[in-house]
């Protein structure tokens, strides 16, 4: 029944209007796993809105779902398919048509997730995120030349990289990677149903995308795939080799996100500062962080806060120190998964190094940028780990003094390397080695943060706390979103409430063990 219309409107188009609009398919998304995995949620959001879709948070509301799952490790690997088990369910009992299984999983589990879940329609591997389409039973859209233009261009380093090395850019490879993949590092021929072909997909700044985190923060992916012969990982046969993004459509797209009122910009991939490598680039991310560090756009501004995270210890450059050390606007901030410190418990993981190799590395980092914050992760109960190897793990954590650490128990993951080692270490040791060496970390902590009180800091607020509303959550530049500890502010100071995604000073009052307390001053 149509509906009345003013003078001069057309009846026929209000109505055919309202039509369209009822016939818009719904889609909801479930995203699992890392911010790398979010950023693919995020793209696949945007071609299906693009192509004129609607997004719903609720699953119950949803025509079509999609699934982006994560299978890093067992606990991960659960996590997806009780997820994808919970989907199905609205598809069986409720409203939803379609459910499609995307990321990571696909690619280990291809043919079982289609054999044992037969509610799913359709899975998407990491390097098919434009298939999201097709399986939605969405026509593509034409894309359209970016609006965005680069204002700190950087054409004439590109070309002149062409004309350096025309190979290296065609292929988009590293000669590590290409070693590796002669070698069979990402064979995936015992995994059935795998693809043959390895994932090559990178998304641009032409690519649409729907950002879901907090308006004031973004995510950007400078580089896919991971090429390093780590032997408890299966990464690389999950994203394929390396694969780095052109610095010019990065700065585009940081662009565009700085016009959107994005402030806070965090660079991901899984070896960052292995980026451009496989462009011809010495120094590549030194390089690209020199640029967004300048952005400026007119009547904006530019990135207020910068960080990169996830590097490669041996490729943390003198280069790379000096220019987190230069500008304001990068984030004092360095993660470097270390995985260990006992040299030869990093032999079995095909790591290299060692802690001492480490410390010196860290009081490089510390004497280049003062003040500067480190995050790193360990495994523990490794197969071979052995007490003196954990001795050594807990004698370089006392000695560094790491300011936000992160413990994985080992995941024996078949495909890795380390599957066909000897030598299993007994759950229960695993679990005994990981409470000592948070136990650790947590006395390290709380005294490290009592020495935060007092301290006069920029904070970005988030919003209310979700365990009381006597506190809200907020971070400062040297808190990863999510990862690290948190901000928690017991006093609005001069405001009656504060603005999610706005940057106040404040004064820190209070520390405790991983988190601390703060009053808004302005």
Known sequence: MSTPVKSGDSASEAVLDRDAAKQKTRIGFVSLGCPKNLVDSEVMMGLLHHAGAELTPHAEQADVIVVNTCSFIDSAKQESVNAILEMAQHKTAGRAQKLIVAGCLVERYRDEIRKNIPEVDAVIGTGEL??????????????????????????????????????????????????????????????????????????????PRILTTPKASAYI??????????????????????????????????????????????????????????????????????ALAQINVPGIGGIKWLRFLYA???????????TIAKYDNISKYLDVP?????????????????????????????????????????????????????????????????????????????????????????????????????????????????????????????????????????????????IDGKVLINDFGPHETLVPGTFYRAEITESHDYDVVARIIE
């Open 221 to 290: 992916k400078i580089a896919e795939g991971c090429d390093h012969p780590c032997t408890f990982c299966i990464i690389p046969q999950l994203r394929g080799k390396f694969r780095s993004r052109r610095m010019s459509s990065i700065i585009t797209e940081a662009e565009s996100l700085v016009k959107q009122g994005v402030r806070e910009i965090t660079l991901i991939g899984q070896d960052t500062t292995c980026y451009g490598e496989d462009l011809g680039l010495k120094d590549g991310l030194a390089q690209l962080l020199d």
């Open 312 to 322: 490669y210890p041996n490729k943390v450059t003198p280069l790379l120190l000096e």
């Open 338 to 482: 270390l995985q260990h410190a006992s040299p030869t418990a990093l032999k079995r993981m095909k790591r290299g190094g060692s802690g001492d190799i480490f410390l010196k590395m860290i009081e490089r980092a510390r004497a280049t940028v003062p003040g500067i914050v480190l995050r790193t992760s360990f495994i523990v109960g490794f197969p071979g780990e052995t007490d003196a190897e954990f001795e050594d793990l807990m004698d370089f954590i006392q000695k560094a003094q790491i300011d936000w650490l992160g413990v994985f128990s080992y995941s024996d993951e078949e495909g890795a390397k380390a599957f066909d080692l000897e030598e299993k270490v007994p759950s229960r040791t695993i679990e005994s080695r990981r409470r000592k060496l948070m136990r650790l970390q947590q006395k390290l902590s709380t005294k490290a943060k009592k020495a935060w009180v007092g301290r006069e800091v920029e904070v970005l607020v988030e919003g209310p706390n979700e365990e009381t509303p006597l506190l809200w959550d907020a971070r400062t530049m040297l808190h990863a979103p999510e």
């Open 130 to 207: 434009e298939a999201v389409l097709a399986a939605a039973g969405m026509a593509p859209v034409k894309q359209e030349p970016s609006p965005f233009n680069i204002i700190n261009a950087t054409p004439s380093l590109e070309s002149e990289l062409i004309d350096r090395a025309p190979s290296a850019v065609k292929k988009h490879s590293r000669p590590e990677g290409d070693l590796r993949e002669e070698q069979g590092r990402f064979s995936r021929d015992a995994w059935d149903g795998a693809s043959p072909s390895l994932p090559e997909y990178l998304y641009s700044d032409e690519t």
